[in-house]
């Protein structure tokens, strides 16, 4: 609930418009305030310290649950332990006081602060973070904690990180830590699957089927990830190997290795989501009735079950993390593909786009009200831009306005960042940012990259 | 004609040789007396001031040609004062070349006529009619299915976010079915896979459901006009292989369609 609260400020401070929830508007102007001065190294720790800073801030910042305090208005002495604080005597200052901080031209909630070592090959972290509002240091400590790293570009980073996550976790934000992306790529000559960390570090391949492999979707508990594959079928004399039909693959996220599941004889058939209880699966397939329909099977393709029952293409349903018991997908009924809505057995359908231009790509968020999905309302075809709708009330936020063609949002674990394909040039790469459209950040850039799917991570 | 007739017609004949020697002789001032010496038969022509009409030359060069190609008659003709060619040619001078197009073989007349007799020769000139075109699968090397298939085949083009069968894709396709049901009659075990493409404006997702779509349509198009629906696959690429990568429409325009592949 307390997400939710946060989500809401978030996208409502980004979008002033929406006038019937007065109650989280009083979030605006609201978001906690931090700072935190450049920590320092002793001995050769000092040189990991431009890393070590430089993620610790942009963390913190890139979470959207926080308002960063300028480092120009810092005092000149910065405190690195609870020791350095020293209660001004008779009005007096006599040393780094919790004042300095609170008051201007600061006027901060919160301190981080702290420095790093080397032990025993190590690179050790202390970390505190402050209330620097309360009376007296005692109250003020929030968090102390030793975090422990290798020596390097990497461990700096690492600790950072870790140190960060511990700092947003106290404001309700869900950590990234340990998050992966999946997407496709096709940087090897054919689209794969990759996997990348949050911030496009340690990219790699994930399948090698050499033929087109794409639309993953993955489980909510990061264990399974389904995709889509044109199955090669070897060449035979006189003729050249060619590929097979679209069919679902399965595969285990934690051995890698591919999990059985029965495809229905078709022309056709995609993976379009996880359930919630991460038993069944969602997908859209031309099986039994030649054209694409919604279905739901079980993990291994049985107990196949037809979800819609149209002459229009329906394609992309997700279920809402939630409940389970409602799913949104992208319908042609209406001529153009929009967005509808119906609850898991087919009834109470409901059109949530206004039938406008083509949508696409509708992703939950974890909170179960809101989607983001794509729309090339207001641009020529194919100019897609990324929106949020709150379903219930179908109001919108466009979070990307004409910057090349975006597709594919996909909520973080967090509630609060997405991350998306973007063609900004003459190739498609993969962004994240904040879900009121600040914090953009490119994360890949060799080759064509899309279809990005957050996940939980493996560990 | 029977014999008695040839017997009949060569009476006839020298009836009128009789007649005619008669009708000139008249005019002869040579004395036709009852007995021996036989009078020459037409003493007028033997004299050297009334030449007959003889027609030295006449050639067609080259004898043989293709049909359309050209041939050229030459003549040369003595004595002659009235002097023609058949077949179209006409009045000729004494000397000449004529070029001529006939379209199949034809023997030329050239007819010589002078105060002292006429003359006629021929020349024929052969033309070589090509024969009729095999055929295509017989046309030079055999063409496999697969080439025909590849090199006959006709796209079936469809408009933004459609998949119905245009009037133009109705004529591909009527023309690929008959193309299909040449090469399944000729390869039993040929089979043809229908390929659904969309240009890339529209989503990924929805666009393999589109392919999907405009495969399907262009195959029942195909059943229609009687091809074996047993022997034809459909494959939606969506628009993960487009055959033109242009921001344009003329470009989406051909990404739009149905493509005849191969099957295996």
Not at chain 2, 173 to 201: M, S, W, Y
């Amino acid at each position: 609930m307390k997400r939710t609260i946060f989500l809401l400020s978030t996208i409502f401070i980004a979008t002033v418009s929406f006038a019937q929830i007065t109650g989280d508007l009083s979030k605006r102007g609201g978001k906690a305030t931090i700072a935190v001065p450049d920590f320092r190294g002793a001995g050769d720790a000092q040189n990991l310290m431009n890393t070590f800073n430089g993620t610790l801030w942009t963390e913190l910042q890139n979470s959207g649950q926080l308002k960063m305090i300028p480092k120009t208005t810092y005092p000149l002495t910065v405190p690195q332990q609870p020791g350095d604080f020293r209660p001004p005597v008779n009005g007096r200052s006599a040393g780094p006081w919790l004042s300095d901080w609170s008051g201007p031209p600061v006027n901060t909630n919160y301190l981080a602060f702290g420095y790093t070592a080397t032990q025993n090959g190590q690179l050790v972290l202390y970390g505190w973070l402050y209330d620097v509002q309360q009376a007296n240091v005692t109250s003020a400590q929030l968090l102390a904690k030793v975090y422990v790293g290798s020596p390097d570009e990497t461990g700096a980073k690492k600790v950072a990180q870790q140190f960060a996550a511990d700092i947003l976790k106290l404001f309700g934000a869900g950590s990234l830590m340990g998050t992966r992306i999946y997407f496709v790529s096709d940087r090897t000559g054919h689209k794969e699957i990759w996997s990348m960390n949050y911030d496009g570090s340690d990219q790699k391949q994930f399948t090698n089927y050499r033929s087109i492999t794409t639309f993953p979707v993955a489980s909510s508990d990061g264990t399974k990830i389904a995709f889509t594959t044109y199955p090669m079928r070897a060449a035979s004399p006189g003729h050249p190997a060619t590929e097979g039909q679209p069919k679902i693959y399965l595969h285990s996220l934690e051995t890698g290795r591919k999990l059985v599941y029965l495809n229905q004889d078709a022309s056709m058939t995609a993976a379009s989501d996880f359930m919630p209880d991460n038993q069944h699966l969602l997908i859209y397939s031309t099986a039994s009735t030649g054209i694409s329909q919604i279905f739901i099977t079980d993990m291994d393709g049985g107990g196949f079950h037809r979800i819609t029952n149209t002459r229009s293409l329906e394609v992309e349903a997700k279920a809402n993390p939630k409940t389970g018991a409602d799913i949104v997908f992208l319908s042609g009924r209406g001529g153009t593909p929009q967005i509808y809505r119906m609850n898991i057995d087919g009834t109470d359908v409901a059109r949530l786009t206004t039938g406008e231009g083509d949508c696409a790509n509708p992703s939950w968020n974890p909170d179960g009200q809101h989607i983001a999905f794509s729309w090339t309302r207001g641009f020529e075809p194919g100019n897609f831009n990324i929106f949020i709708m709150d379903v219930a009330s179908q109001e919108l936020i466009q979070l990307t306005h004409g910057a090349g063609r975006n597709e594919n949002p996909n909520w973080a674990p967090d509630g609060v960042h997405l991350v998306f394909a973007s063609k900004r040039g003459r190739t498609s790469q993969i962004f994240t940012m904040l879900a009121d459209g600040t914090g953009l950040q490119q994360l890949t850039t060799q080759g064509n990259n899309e279809k990005p799917v957050w996940t939980k991570g493996t560990q | 004609m029977s014999a008695t007739d040839r017997l009949h017609a060569s009476k006839i004949a020298a009836a009128l040789l009789v007649l005619t020697v008669a009708v000139v002789a008249p005019g002869c001032s040579k004395k036709v007396p009852p007995p021996p010496p036989p009078p020459p038969p037409h003493a007028a022509e033997t004299a050297p001031s009334v030449a007959r009409a003889t027609i030295n030359s006449f050639t067609a060069e080259p004898s043989a040609i293709e049909r359309g190609q050209s041939s050229t008659l030459s003549w040369s003709i003595s004595n002659a004062t009235d002097m023609s060619i058949d077949n179209g040619v006409g009045a000729v001078q004494s000397q000449g070349q004529r070029q001529v197009f006939p379209t199949s073989s034809t023997t030329y007349t050239l007819t010589a006529n002078g105060p002292g007799g006429s003359d006629t020769r021929t020349v024929t000139v052969s033309v070589n009619t090509p024969p009729a075109p095999p055929p295509a699968a017989n046309n030079g090397p055999r063409l496999s299915s697969a080439e025909m298939l590849q090199q006959q085949s006709q796209d079936a083009f469809f408009d933004y976010n459609k998949n119905d069968i245009r009037a133009d894709a109705s004529e591909a396709l009527t023309r690929d079915a008959g193309l299909l049901k040449q090469i399944f009659a000729q390869d039993p075990n040929f089979t043809v896979v229908v390929e659904g493409h969309c240009d890339e404006r529209g989503s990924a997702e929805y666009n393999l459901a589109l392919g999907d779509r405009r495969a399907s349509a262009a195959k029942d198009f195909l059943v229609q006009l009687g091809v074996a629906g047993d022997r034809i696959k459909t494959i939606s690429y969506g628009k993960e292989r487009p055959q033109c990568t242009e921001a344009n429409e003329e470009c989406w325009q051909k990404n739009r369609r149905a493509h005849l592949s191969a099957g295996q």
